[in-house]
């Protein structure tokens, strides 16, 4: 088993090598960052956020995901401006048309709240970072979106990351140190 860490783009780069097993314990010491580790290298595939603690099997980063990765590949620290106050607009379509909501707390039904559909076309990140899930209660796919990345500005919804399949969105929460 070998450890590499390499800054790459002005990330840091995790990776590990187990002579063909594969990886299922994951352990973060890392102060007050908060990372997101990806399914695949250079940044790519499903995306996860990672806070400091174990995570001894891939449900515990994985949670109820559309679909269980084993292992991550790559990881980059969380791009944040302010972590205490988050600000977030929603809108229906790309482009940022069509109806908006204002966030600035956690929302574990969109729907809930009053948005009328189960789909976000475009949002925009006014300050701190947001983990915005597939599905209700926090499940599904998750997009993390940032303040400092993009201009804060997700014009498309394949703004979002490489592996985002749609502009399903029904629950968002805050990215919190």
């Known amino acids: 088993m070998t450890h590499h860490c390499t800054k790459f783009s002005g990330h840091w780069k995790a990776s590990t090598v187990f002579g063909g097993a594969h990886w299922r ?5 890392t102060g007050n960052k908060l990372w997101v580790g990806y399914e695949h290298s250079a940044f790519q595939g499903q995306q996860f ?15 109820s995901n559309a679909y269980h990765i ?11 401006a302010n972590h205490r106050e988050c600000r977030m607009t929603i809108y ?15 929302y574990p039904s969109l729907q809930a709240m009053g948005w009328c559909n189960n789909e976000v076309g475009s949002l925009r990140v006014q300050s701190g970072a947001w ?3 597939q599905y209700p ?3 599904g796919f998750q997009y993390i979106m940032e303040c400092d990345r993009h201009s804060g500005e997700y014009k498309h919804w394949r703004e979002w990351g490489s592996h985002a399949q749609t ?6 929460r805050r990215i919190q140190q």
Request: hydrophobic share 35%; aromatic share 14%; proline share 3%.
């Open 49 to 63: 956020v990672l806070e400091r603690g174990e995570y001894p099997r891939w449900e515990a980063w994985s949670g």
């Open 70 to 80: 084993e292992r991550m590949t790559s990881f980059r620290p969380i791009a944040c």
């Open 92 to 106: 229906e379509r790309e482009n940022f048309l069509g109806r908006k909501g204002e966030l600035s707390d956690d």
């Open 131 to 133: 983990v915005c899930y």
């Open 25 to 29: 314990h994951l352990g973060l010491a």
């Open 137 to 139: 209660g926090y499940r």
């Open 167 to 172: 502009f399903q969105v029904q629950s968002i």
